[in-house]
């Protein structure tokens, strides 16, 4: 048999070249999958072209990091995915795309570091210690990993620590054996301590292992420095953890050392110091996230000191936990608000870790990498080994679970803090506007107020309409009110015991059509036209119960003129609703009057019946034609828009708004912000229409005054019909 020469299938231009799995249909060889650390690539001609799958969010995270843009930007590092940027949220349609991240360095990603005064730069790593100072919108990097001065093998974790000085943002720390600092964003460099680790000249024999090889990744590196915790309540005190066990700090920048670990009592030697917090709340105070898995230690270790590292205690402990530790961050504003990360979840302790509470409201057993609260919007950001970047969008409520107990729970109705809202456009979704299924598509958080309350029970919330009482057992009632007091929405929200949380869209009651029925009463109330700036008042309504907060309701932050020209436009858009409520009125009160000549004539017999009949046709003809000026004849099919009717001028005037002011089912896109003063178009429309409206009305108001007047007092004995008020604007 004649040897065949292999040929390579897949190098690194267009599938990644770190390959894990290989199938081959067994009966279409076509047929091939492929997982690599890039994710799954896919061939149906036996390798010659490649489908990437794009819709499997399984990114392995080492870190996370946000910066302060708006919306802010989350970024970390990706196993042999390099490192990412991209939003939190979008103000777009079609949520967060693939296309909207950025890969900002390559190779294996690790910690990144945004610039304190510009978070369009900042620092990114790959493996073994290898640094650039990025300028993320250009794509310029500067490599500027540190070299010893006199020529010393520098052991640089696979992961190694790296931390940003918060009293001087230009100033960066990073580990090796020793802790190098850098007061020009990593120009030049200096050592501020002795070697931090056990310096074990046995963990240091990774060109020795027996095989055939040494390899060469950096993830064989031992003794090394892992976590790097400068604080941010006293300058020149910094914490650092190392890989072989060492937990070091120095109160002076660096003069002086002092190794804690022999003090913690239970902490195995040789264990892995994998991230240090230094506490926001008391300079001596320190949290130490260790794990020993390693060694086949699954126990979770958190050690807490609140003396310099004089003494600790372990926080964490298998009977509460699952899965040994990987992350923790306190909140910077309460210090009993604590979030843990372990490899099976996420944990939380509103009573500074004295009880855990695994987090299962959506969030998978993933193990947690790294977490940060972002400083202005309030939301716990977590990076995961296996499931991507997950947000938890404003965790206040938590924090005030936290000052002032879980009493808050046991009251009928409680509203948290409400974030700001904001009156922000929205954009196009990048790419295609039809995604079908083979995107991936990350939740985006909703347009509007977040709003977020607690009950200790849902109460029996009677609705009345016309057929019946009706009691709705999972489902509050909320109002918003505007800053003089007039409700200007009507919500129903779907609520159980405990914490819950909805977005107002930011609209107030739809205007109902002349076209459309009167809803029934407790119907849930459509929504249409957007509030401007200021303060509205929420208020939950559970049973006989209410709870009230306020929020701020802000223009886009992107159009600084945005109030200033909703206030002009503010007065035509109130004018135009005039002649939308007007309009309907009118309609209605000539749609009871034809019910009630129909009635009125049933209470009749004989040639009394017939002649009230005949007048009452006569009215109704009437009626109709003056109906057939708003809507289109009852006879009507198919598609009818006649551009005189004063509905389809309503919906065109509308449309000049680029929002709509009413709903007829509640199915119309949401509104858009005003983003620019009234237009000459704008102000014609409505003036327009308001001609054709006045006119409409001052012939219903005649109508009713003259014929239809003379025809109550002719049926006054039979009590079934009624005189109408004119209507106004």
């Not at 103000?91 to 910690?111: H, K, L, P, T, V």
């Not at 006199?150 to 974790?157: A, D, T």
């Not at 309540?233 to 002076?252: A, F, H, P, Y």
């Not at 892995?272 to 260790?290: D, L, M, N, P």
Request: charged letters at 20%; glycine letters at 10%.
């Amino acid at each position: 048999m004649e040897a065949k020469p292999f040929t390579t299938l897949l190098g690194w231009d267009r599938v990644h070249g770190d390959h894990h799995f290989w199938w081959i249909h067994p009966q279409n060889p076509n047929l091939i999958y492929n997982g690599n650390d890039g994710g799954m690539a896919i061939s149906r001609d036996r390798g010659k072209s490649w489908r990437f799958v794009e819709n499997l969010p399984l990114t392995q995270f080492y870190h996370i990091a946000v910066d302060m843009d708006f919306p802010y930007n989350v970024l970390g590092g990706a196993q042999d995915n390099g490192t990412f940027r991209g939003p939190s949220k979008v103000w777009r349609n079609g949520g967060i795309r693939n296309s909207y991240w950025e890969e900002i360095a390559f190779g294996d990603g690790f910690d990144v570091v945004v610039d304190a005064d510009n978070f369009q730069k900042g620092y990114g790593m790959w493996q073994g210690g290898n640094l650039m100072r990025l300028d993320f919108e250009t794509g310029a990097a500067n490599f500027i990993k540190p070299v010893h001065p006199k020529g010393e093998f520098l052991r640089f974790n696979w992961n190694a620590g790296i931390a940003q000085d918060p009293h001087h943002p230009k100033t960066i720390y990073f580990g090796s054996q020793y802790l190098h600092k850098s007061t020009d964003e990593g120009q030049s460099w200096q050592i501020i301590s002795p070697d931090l680790t056990t310096n074990n000249p046995e963990k240091q024999k990774q060109n020795r292992t027996g095989g055939l090889t040494f390899d060469i990744t950096g993830a064989e590196n031992h003794t090394t420095i892992l976590a790097i915790a400068p604080s941010p309540l006293k300058e020149g005190v910094i914490w650092v953890g190392t890989d072989d066990g060492n937990i070091q700090l120095t109160r002076d920048g660096g003069k002086a050392w002092e190794n804690l670990s022999p003090r913690i009592k239970g902490m195995p030697a040789g264990s892995w110091v994998a991230q240090i917090t230094a506490s926001r709340h008391r300079e001596g105070e320190a949290f130490v996230v260790v794990n020993n898995y390693r060694q086949n230690d699954l126990t979770p270790y958190l050690f807490h000191t609140t003396d310099w590292g004089k003494s600790w205690r372990n926080l964490a402990s298998a009977d509460k936990l699952w899965g040994y530790t990987l992350s923790f961050v306190q909140d910077p504003v309460e210090p009993k608000l604590m979030f843990l990360g372990t490899e099976n979840g996420l944990y939380v302790s509103i009573d500074a870790g004295t009880n855990w509470t695994r987090w299962t409201a959506g969030y998978p057993a993933v193990p947690t990498m790294d977490m940060v609260i972002h400083p202005r919007e309030h939301d716990l950001a977590i990076g995961t080994f296996g499931r991507s970047f997950w947000i938890l969008d404003d965790i206040r409520p938590l924090r005030e679970l936290a000052q002032k107990g879980v009493q808050l729970l046991a009251q009928p109705a409680h509203i948290y803090p409400i974030p700001d809202a904001y009156l922000v456009n929205y954009r196009e979704a990048g790419g295609t506007r039809f995604h079908a299924d083979a995107m991936f598509l990350g939740e985006n958080q909703p347009f509007g107020a977040q709003i977020t309350f607690s009950l200790k029970e849902v109460r029996n919330n009677a609705i009345k309409d016309t057929t019946a009482l009706h009691v709705k057992r999972d489902t509050v009632f909320v109002e918003i009110s505007d800053a003089g007091g007039k409700v200007i929405r009507h919500l129903q929200v779907k609520a159980q015991p405990g914490m819950n949380r909805f977005f107002w869209s930011l609209e107030q009651d739809a205007l109902r059509m002349p076209g459309s029925p009167k809803p029934k009463e407790g119907a849930p109330k459509p929504a249409a036209r957007l509030v401007g700036p200021g303060t509205y008042t929420v208020k939950v309504i559970n049973g006989e119960h209410t709870a009230s907060g306020q929020v701020v309701v802000k223009p886009d932050p992107r159009l600084p003129e945005q109030a200033q020209h909703l206030a002009h436009a503010t007065p035509l858009l109130d004018q135009f609703s005039s002649y939308v409520a007007a309009t309907t009125r009118a309609v209605d009160q000539l749609r009871e009057a034809k019910e009630s000549i129909d009635l009125a004539v049933k209470q009749l017999e004989g040639e009394e019946k017939r002649a009230l009949n005949k007048q009452g046709e006569a009215l109704k003809k009437k009626i109709n034609g003056l109906l057939e000026k708003v809507l289109a004849p009852e006879e009507a099919q198919g598609i009818y828009e006649d551009t005189n009717l004063l509905s389809v001028r309503m919906g065109n005037a509308s449309s000049y708004f680029n929002s709509p002011f009413y709903s007829v089912s509640g199915t119309f896109a949401r509104p858009s912000p005003i983003s620019h003063a009234p237009t000459e178009g704008q102000k014609l429309v409505v003036e327009q229409l308001g001609g054709d409206v006045k006119a409409f009305l001052q012939e219903v108001n005649a109508f009713f005054a003259g014929e239809w007047n003379a025809f109550v007092q002719q049926t006054e004995k039979i009590r079934v019909t009624k005189s109408y008020d004119s209507v106004g604007l």
